[in-house]
């Protein structure tokens, strides 16, 4: 076995730099669970979106504090610091999406019916800008409404009127929602493997394919009393020992940040699709190892096409924002079938053949793209021997 | 000799495929795999017409004031709905389909059901709140006078849009571009790995190869100058096919300051480069581990400026943290990019470039110091 | 005297690597510092070259002290390092170019001797290889011609062989003969005896930073008690023969080792004819008999007590 236990020796080298993507998983499926978390209000009661917005007056009179006081249904006030330079900031970064200033004289002006209006920056042409928007333009319309038709009506009257008729508000009813459309941070740990699970796998079976690639190593291994097909038998369990070790250690990580749903149906699926995943990755790794000669290149090509599938298959940005054209680039990837075989496993609610069918064959995709990796590392090792 | 050094180290540089590929291929990639995933993400922010059904019951239909507000929210380039009439199961489909966000039931008040709570169904919401609203208005005003009947429905016809959009002073509040930013940044700090080839291959102590030049009849500060501007011409000629990349291939906008673009990144290459030369002039370990420092400050870096999560950014620029703000390069440059692209006004730019400056010129007077020796206590 | 070393001392902490080293080298000279590994041979040349400091002495090249900026001795030092300094990402003809045009600045005639020194070092069929594709010898080859493309005054060789093949080791100490007959001084180190005593016309021998001897080999060989060295094969040899034989004159010592006697001389006439007489006379049965003047290991194993390689 002293094949395998090189194989295995080459691995312990290269854990450092494995420990590297472990440590970058950690930290992000982290600051996503508690981000994700704290967005979580699905009640059983329809709740107003609160944007939020800056209010920022000149002035203080009852038409105004009523109207700080009617936007506080639609928005959180955010205090922001006194220089136009911060306050832009704040909008940039999103922080606020919508910065309202009311300038001095504003309502005085308003009162004796001249054309007057408010000025804002917002994000434009989003939704929460239209929404402010919309009850803004809905408190002065009806303000003015009043003052064109009733005459004389002094400001602290006009906001009473104003504040009883806007009390008024629509019936919404919560209906039960028939699937969870978002499920991108319910299965993130799982998705999130494709990162660092192909990584290391890749690193790992590129540096055994690389060491065994060298001609003076292997024709000393050839020259051993150790017949090749037992040589490659033992190359073969050290990687299945090595991918192993790799998926259970990931797995571990993930029913850590999804502990609550480790014992449901869907994780069975999600455990079956990963494990598949990784005999792909560790193709894959061969397949790299195989085609790229010397360490440099193999981390060069690993970080392009480990990253690149990440980006473009809907593990770092969920994958509903991701452009069609972007999607379909990104299915000639096993990785985009793997987040959503992910994504549908979570989603799923009854077991029955057919909900589970969808599931199954995007993970037979995935069996396909690992014979393909395997085969075409097969055929291309064949053609450099005899080169 | 300038031109004699120049010339062979720019021929060494281009033909290091690792470097190369680094500092170039990489912020590509990299550059490319950001557009294709972020493209669309703004989108999710953008207003899109909301697909509402309202059932065409009796009461809708009778309902000539509601009927025709809502008509008039779905009319229109800026309307606000997609209409459809539905009897109500079909809406009830429409909506478990995903179809539509929610479906209205006129009355008084208004019923609306949805699945989700949710920006958009907010906005229905707040729609049938006016409808309302306005409703309980023009009746306020015919109880207290019900002979101003016409001025009612004239001043009713009368909306008007009461908040007016600042004239802008600088760029849109367009997020996603300040990605791109960072990446230019954490691609001239990349320089680094030049400058660190340049720094090396000077100090006898750590290569023969320095050692041998150390030995031929060429001042040592004019060697080790004349290599760093080939390097630094490269470096620099990359990141000028990065930024137009950026600039002309996936469209994201700079700002209309485009000379002082131009400008930031020399500095920042010249920083990144001079990064790289100081690491490998202070730092005696092996070439590992000054990749790995050199990696590692890049990448914490970037981080810090926001490159893996917006929020950072912010976080330590609106906390008011300066040390974390003012010595990251990666941060100083991407804000660069960031004023010349968000503010009318050069103040805060000039604050970044002084203070990045300033890192410079300190990493080159210590690496100055390093290698300005000539005579070594063991080789 | 084209370099001057008096009492040059180099400390690294609590070791002496040179201790009160003094040698000067003569215009036209091979000059070869031998000596074990670690003996301070490198540390010798590199406080030679002014990239070490050193803690005492002086060091006069072409008749002026040595100093990190003295370019214009420099200019007329062709140096050969002991780890082979080339830039992996040039070609062989752009290496020797590179390092040929850091002294000189003419075009036309730096081209003429970055030719004249691929041609050289035999390395024309090599040109345009970069040096990860050449093996050892060529790539020592190169390192050779990268140093003396510039057709220096002084060239300085710090173990270029080794590593090398024998057809390469070969070539490399013809070509610094060819360089010293073309008027170049040479300042040679290496571990090798043999090639020491080949090529060079001056020697010193350094242990432990000190010279222990310095001469021409014949100098050098003329310094110690040994003169001659008879090695004679034989199976049938008594003990009362070897104590006769112990007897002759100028014997110094004499050794058996089942089928070898192996009998040292001191200087003088005749030994060998009298070790052949006695063997004669004693009827001795021997199969070969040779004799051999001392080498420089005999010289070093003499006056250090030990080998020269370790």
Redo the contacts between chains.
Sequence with gaps: MQVYKLCLKIIKKNIPVMLIYIFIYLSVSIVVTLSSSRQNNTGNDFTDTKANIAFISGEETPLIEGLRKELGRQANFINLPDKKEAQQDALFFREVVYILRIPEGFTQKFMAGEEVHLEKNSVPDSAKAAYIDLAVDQYLNTARFFLSTMGDVTQESLVKYLDDVLSQEADVKLMPAPAKTDVYGLVFSYNYMAYSLSSILVLGMAAIMAAFNNRDLRNRVSCSPVRETAANLQIFLASLTFAGVAWLTQIAFCFFFDIENVLTMNTVYLLLNSLVFTVCGTAMGFLIGSVVKGNEAISAVTNVVVLGSCFICGVFVPAQLLGETTLRIASFTPTYWFVKANNQAAQLTQFDLSSVRLVLSDTAVIVCFALAFFALSLVIRKVRRFS | ?FV??FA?RL???L??RETMFWTFMFPLALALFFYMSLSNVGKGEAFQEIDVAVVNDSWYQENQFFRTALEEASRGDDRLFNLTLATGEEARKLLDDGKIKGYIIAGDPPQLIVNESGIYQSIIKSFLDNYTQTFRAVEKVLENDPRIYQEVFDSLGNRKNYVKEAPAAGGKPDNLVYYFYTLIAMACMYGSFFGMREATDIQ?DI???A??????????LKAFLSSTCAALLIHLSEMMILLAFIRYVLNIDFGPRAGYVLLTTVIGSITGVFFGAFVSAVVKKSEGIKVGILIGVTMIGSCLAGMMYIDMKYIILSKNLPFLYWTNPVNLLSDAFYCLYYFDNLNRYALNIGALSCITVLFCALTYLFIRR?????? | MVVKVSNLVKR?GDLIALDHLSFSIKEGEIFGLLGPNGSGKTTAI?CI?????YDKGEIEVFGEPM???S??I??D?G?V???????N??TVY?NI???C???I?DKALKKKYVEEAIEFVDLGEYRNFRPKKLSGGLLRRLNIA?GIAHKPKLIILDEPTVAVDPQSRNRILEGIKELNSNGATVIYTSHYMEEVEQICSRIMIIDKGKAIATGTKEELKAMISLGEKITVESYDVSEQQLARLRELPNIVSVEYNEPLIVIKSSKGKNNLENVLEFIKKENIQFGKIYSELPTLNDVFLEITGKELRD
């Design positions: 000799m004699h050094i062979n021929r060494c540089l033909r290091d006898a290569t023969p190869l050692a041998r030049i150390n030995i031929a009849p060429v001042h040592k000539r005579k070594y206590a063991s080789l | 690294y590199n070259l002014a990239l070490l400091k100093t990190p900026e370019y214009h420099k200019q030092i140096i390092m002991q780890n082979v300094a080339v830039y990402e040039l752009e170019d590179y390092f045009g850091l002294y600045k990268c």
